[in-house]
């Protein structure tokens, strides 16, 4: 996601990419994107399952954008755990709540006065993603009018239910974050060939992101609150 949008999404003049250790061996490739653009690329350690992490990160980044703020806040950290019901641990289950729903909702709260600052900054009308929008990746299967449907392919309570939790999160956060004229809404990036969704995923990573970015740019304040796949598709609650 960071490299596309760094090489395709014209103009970024600042791009934050936050990962839970930086001088990790799996933060290498970053790593060398960044001394590839080092005067976009910003790495940021936040972890969303630490509230701490997140209000440092925060800390980080309010001076470097100034009375400007942060236009885009993309809460892409996931995990996910397999386990049906009567399998399922409350530890398990506190475990997905805590990286799914509410690290994207401290997030939020830690971030909004940089929310805020972009769209008053803006000079413009309306709602999008140029101007302030927090997107929530979210997934199909926290949907749970299909769910009946699903359940026996994907038997993941814990995520099921943490993205179910993240929907109305996000819903409930779009009411209150329009007052300031801030986007908010979820995107289903697909099955994805990722650590997350496994090699039998449908997509690969660039094919996912690419349709995520256009869906991003097309957005308006119709979309608030909106929940869409990476082809711009509603995706049933």
Not at 68 to 90: R, W
Not at 109 to 135: H, N, W, Y
Not at 180 to 207: A, Y
Request: proline share 5%; with cysteine.
């Amino acid at each position: 996601m960071v490299k596309q949008m760094v090489e395709t999404q014209n103009p970024v003049s600042v791009l934050f990419a936050c990962c839970r250790d930086p001088d990790g061996p799996r933060a290498e490739e970053l790593q060398a994107l960044a001394k590839k653009h080092p005067d976009i690329i910003k790495i940021i350690r936040l972890d969303a399952a630490d509230p701490k992490s997140i209000k440092e990160a925060a800390q980080q980044v309010g001076p470097i954008v100034g009375k400007s703020g942060l236009n885009l806040i993309i809460n892409n950290a996931a995990m996910a755990i397999h386990s049906p019901v009567f399998s399922s641990t409350p530890e398990e289950m506190y475990k997905c709540f805590n990286t799914n729903a509410i690290g994207p909702l401290v997030i939020i709260q830690e971030f909004i006065s940089l929310l805020r600052a972009a769209a008053k900054d803006s000079g413009t009308l309306g709602m999008s993603c140029r101007k302030a929008a927090v997107i929530n990746i979210s997934s199909i299967v926290g949907s749970i009018e299909i769910a009946k449907d699903t359940y026996n392919k994907w038997t993941v309570l814990p995520y099921r239910a943490s993205k179910a939790a993240l929907n109305m999160i996000s819903v409930c956060a779009s009411v209150e974050l329009q007052k300031d004229e801030i986007l908010c809404m979820m995107l289903h990036p697909g099955w994805v060939r990722t650590d997350l969704g496994g090699p039998e995923g449908e997509l690969d990573t660039h094919e996912s992101v690419e349709g995520m970015f256009r869906v991003m740019n097309s957005l308006t304040e119709k979309h608030c609150g909106a929940l869409l796949n990476w082809k711009g598709e509603t995706v049933p609650w």
